[in-house]
């Protein structure tokens, strides 16, 4: 069983930023092992993946937000970051935080990223 905790969403003019943080719980060996990452879903849309440590330490990002957003992760606190520049309002969704253990997935309670014109 894993627990992601999610923090730092909020309302943002176009052009600023926002980091967003997920915490798993202790459990976890290694957050490069369980392909953590983010996930956003805007109204009427598909869930789709933002960045995410998919196989390992190297970063996957949709090419929508490369060159805009970092994903880094600290494995002592078993946390990931998702540092957001340059936000638009099409990044308006809910972000979720997600990993895969033993064959499962595991979601955050996602946290409401708006951002304004």
């Known amino acids: 069983q894993v627990q992601l905790v999610e923090s730092g969403g909020g309302l943002v003019q176009s052009g600023g930023s926002l980091r967003l943080s997920c915490a798993a719980s202790?459990?976890?060996?290694?957050?490069?092992?369980?392909?953590m990452g983010w996930y956003r879903q805007a109204p009427g849309k598909q869930r789709e993946l933002v960045a995410g440590?998919?196989?390992?330490?190297?970063?996957n990002y949709a090419d929508s937000v490369k060159g805009r957003f970092t994903i880094s992760g600290d494995n002592v606190k078993k946390t990931v970051y998702l540092q957001m520049n340059s936000l638009k309002p099409e990044d308006t969704a809910v972000y979720y935080c997600?990993?895969?253990?033993?064959?499962?997935?595991?979601w955050g309670q996602g946290t409401q990223v708006t951002v304004s014109s």
């Open positions: 997600y990993c895969r253990k033993s064959g499962l997935d595991y």
């Open positions: 440590f998919i196989g390992g330490r190297s970063p």
């Open positions: 202790a459990t976890i060996f290694s957050i490069y092992a369980i392909n």
